[in-house]
């Protein structure tokens, strides 16, 4: 049994089994438990699941979910099945995101919406919802007051998720920090939240979760700001660059470039932004450089990861442990949109 401390923390970690790392192991039980739960062949959805996940991507939501359920000392068969959850809503956010964008290509692979066409898509996103609260409520255990607490808290990432996209279609473009970082707490921050939520409630660690909302609500906005320099620059994996200019998507970058202008340049702006889409734009990337936007936005990203490391810095040690390699590779992605911005670079 391991020892335990700081609130009930383990101590010590199995960090190795049988010469595999626990990277390449958590990977492996995600690849096997989503697979597991696949549609059969004979089934309207099965050329569409397998599609899907012929490329399962980085899992990183499920291994953030399995490695704090070990620093949480949480039962392995409830955290897998807790990680298996918040891996299909993510999955079943991103099917809905593309049909709603539109967009034929994500990570340079055709997108469900492509390939399949929207009926298909919609019914399939349906479907991941459906198996994440299937195996949410398998992850529930003997202790239903912190098990339904947890649930509820998955059902609530999926409302703020479709809050959070239509935003993007009410008309109403978004303009302002303050506008643009509550899109951002609605769509990109719950499902950053609910791997690290979802098993300190399960467990009863609810000590932690003021910190660690705070933590990455920072460090979700830091890396939504990212993303969104990387589609600028058309870096991001879709189909071409500045989609989000196209659609009059919100963007961190065209928030900092209007906050640039001036008078009657701002007004203009704002007019367009607010008019139905069309495929002309008289704005661009390099006209975002020029005005500093994107070097503006870049600083308003490092804020935020300073943000998150100064919360990050009053949690426990194994549960910062059990967060680093999510908060590594996040910084890594922002790294790199910070980098790219400087340089002003675009395709």
């Known amino acids: 049994m391991l020892g335990h401390t700081e ?18 192991a958590m990977q492996a039980k995600l690849q096997q438990a989503i697979t597991n739960i696949l549609p059969s ?11 899907h996940f012929n490329e399962f991507g980085k899992l990183l939501r499920g291994q953030t979910a399995l490695a704090v359920s070990a620093a949480v000392d949480l039962d392995p068969k409830r955290a897998l099945q807790w990680a298996l959850a918040v891996e299909l809503m ?11 964008d539109r967009d034929e290509r994500r990570r340079d692979r055709l997108t469900i919406f492509s390939a399949f066409g929207t009926p298909l898509a919609i019914c399939f996103g349906d479907w991941l919802v459906a198996q994440s609260f299937e195996a949410a409520l398998a992850a529930v255990g003997d202790n239903s007051a912190h098990g339904v607490a947890a ?15 239509a935003d993007e279609f009410t008309g109403v473009p978004v303009l302002t920090w303050p506008a643009y970082e509550q899109v951002v707490c609605r769509k990109t921050v719950p499902l950053i939240l609910a ?11 609810v000590s932690d979760l003021l910190t660690v909302r705070r933590a ?58 607010a008019a139905p889409t069309t495929d002309e734009t ?29 919360h990050c810095e009053d949690l ?12 590594g590779y996040l910084e890594k992605t922002t790294n790199v949109a910070r980098s790219r911005a400087a340089e002003n670079r675009w395709q």
């Open 7 to 24: 609130q009930g923390y383990p101590t010590t970690q199995p960090l190795k089994r049988s010469g595999i790392d626990a990277h390449t």
């Open 41 to 51: 062949a004979n089934t309207a959805l099965h050329e569409v699941a397998h599609f």
């Open 90 to 100: 993510h999955n079943a956010s991103l099917v809905h995101d593309d049909i709603c």
């Open 151 to 165: 649930v509820a808290g998955l059902a609530k990432v999926m409302g703020r998720l479709s809050v959070g996209q």
């Open 195 to 205: 791997p690290i939520e979802g098993p300190l409630q399960l467990a009863g660690h």
């Open 216 to 273: 990455i609500r920072a460090l979700g906005i830091a890396y939504q700001m990212a993303n969104d320099i990387l589609d600028v620059l058309g870096q991001d994996g879709s189909a071409g660059a500045f989609g989000d200019l196209h659609r009059r998507a919100p963007n961190a970058v065209l928030v900092s470039f209007r906050n640039q202008l001036v008078n009657g340049s701002r007004s203009a702006f704002d007019a367009w932004m």
């Open 282 to 310: 008289p704005y661009g990337a390099e006209q975002m450089i020029a005005t500093g936007a994107l070097a503006h936005c870049a600083r308003r990203l490092q804020d935020q990861i300073d943000t998150c490391q100064m």
């Open 316 to 327: 426990p040690l194994a549960l910062q442990t059990a967060l680093a390699p999510l908060l």
